[in-house]
């Protein structure tokens, strides 16, 4: 087999040749695989490019339906060792065609397909969204347009819009009717914006009624924040790691989104601040404080190792690369919230921050200097804060009537 590029009589690259995959092999082993996995999977890798060759299909045309047609032609093996090379070799394509990263296939793409793409440009580059707000939004859309026939957008109406909301949201949460009439109304804008359809159809979505301030924010106490803290086992690399992140959300009140995007260039060791991705993109400075500056500096020290990406905190498996979103912190602290068998009614990750803003309050900060920690750009996002203070309301209670009248 050639280990250069192999190229057609009109110039086009054919197939994979062994450059595609010793690349592919050296990106994984800069992720932290074992170098026994790297050689299944360039074993994997190798015979697909053959095949490729064979076939005469070009780079730019590979796709997953090749893929299964590789796989359906390969000896019979065990389930388990069919889900490794069709997992290896989705990697290798994701690797070599940087847009396969997009949820459906760029072969064959429906209008509907191609106006998704559309609008998550649209989403990132003119409304400044990041991945993590796209990612709400995409689920929603995507149970819309395969809701809708081929002829979509012109068969849009206001009657097949507002059906489609009454018919989802039954039975389901306020929040999640909220969010889904806030992702229609995203995509109708953005449909009649860029002149997909002559009507506004983001008008013809109901608003779903939310009362703010309806609920008492879910907090934990400061010694349940401590018994979280001290159950985490710091005598571990996944320990070391873990404890540093719950730090973040219990000292600083960061938000999920805000530990993953914590970048190396954003500790300023030298000034004791911390840079802070927040909402919008805006950015934000916080103070250093002494026990997360060790923290972090033991895990950075001792188990973050080397790694392609910026992000402060990695996996801990192969590939090593940073936490893929909130979820992932989410996660983090469900499992601390468990071993320190403390039991909110709901909430995870951001219970840390409503616990701060609560004991800040109960210390006597007044809601200015509660937004400023926070980085709330609405007074009214830290107003919901003030009821918290049970001790100070009963202060100004004023007593309930009793039978025959006021006393």
């Known amino acids: ?20 995959v010793d690349s ?18 360039r074993s994997v890798a190798t015979s697909f490019a053959r095949w490729t060759i064979r076939k005469h299909l070009a780079v730019n045309d590979l796709n997953e339906s090749q893929l299964s047609a590789f796989l359906k032609c390969s000896p019979p093996k065990r389930k388990a060792r069919v889900k490794f090379e069709k997992a290896s070799l989705q990697l290798f394509l994701k690797y070599h065609r940087p847009e396969t990263r997009a949820p459906i296939s760029l072969l064959n793409v429906s209008r509907a397909d191609n106006l998704k793409l ?74 009649y914006l860029h002149e997909e359809t002559s009507t506004d159809f983001s008008l013809s979505v109901p608003t779903v009624r939310k009362w703010r301030q309806a609920e008492v924010t879910p907090f934990l106490s400061s010694d349940e924040v401590e018994r979280v803290l001290a159950g985490t086992d710091k005598s571990t690399p996944c320990g070391r790691r873990n404890h540093a992140i719950l730090l973040l959300l219990a000292r600083l009140g960061l938000r999920a989104g805000e530990v993953v995007s914590l970048e190396l260039g954003d500790i300023l060791w030298w000034t004791g601040e911390v840079v802070i991705r ?47 979103g909130p979820a992932a912190v989410g996660h983090i602290v469900r499992r601390a919230l468990a071993r320190a068998d403390v039991r ?14 609560t004991t800040m309050i109960r210390h006597g900060a007044s809601v200015a200097e ?15 804060y003030a009821k918290v203070d049970f001790e100070s309301l009963r202060d100004v209670a004023r007593p309930w009537p009793a039978s025959g009248g006021a006393r």
């Open 118 to 191: 559309h609008y998550i440009d649209y989403l990132r580059k003119e409304r400044g969204l990041t991945i993590n707000s796209i990612r709400v939004y995409l689920p929603l859309i995507n149970d819309f347009l395969n809701s809708q026939g081929s002829a979509f957008p012109e068969t849009l109406d206001a009657q097949t819009v507002q059906d489609f909301l009454l018919d989802r949201i039954r039975k389901r949460s306020s929040e999640y009717a909220r969010l889904l009439a806030i992702a229609l109304r995203s995509f109708f804008r953005f449909l």
């Open 1 to 20: 087999m050639t280990t250069g590029t192999i190229t057609s009589e009109a110039g086009l690259c054919l197939g994979l040749s062994d450059i595609h």
């Open 370 to 384: 509660i937004s400023e920690i926070l980085r709330h750009r609405s007074p009214s996002s830290t107003a919901i």
């Open 24 to 41: 592919f092999i050296d990106h994984l082993r800069a992720q932290g695989y074992a170098e026994r996995t790297l050689r299944k999977k």
């Open 278 to 324: 927040g909402k919008g993109r805006v950015q934000s400075r916080l103070p250093l404080l002494s026990d997360i500056g060790e923290d972090l500096a033991l895990y950075l020290r001792q188990d973050r190792g080397t790694s392609v990406s910026r992000q402060v905190f990695l996996r801990m498996l192969a590939p090593r690369v940073g936490l893929a």
């Open 344 to 357: 909110p009614s709901r909430g995870a990750a951001h219970l840390f921050r409503h616990s701060l803003a």
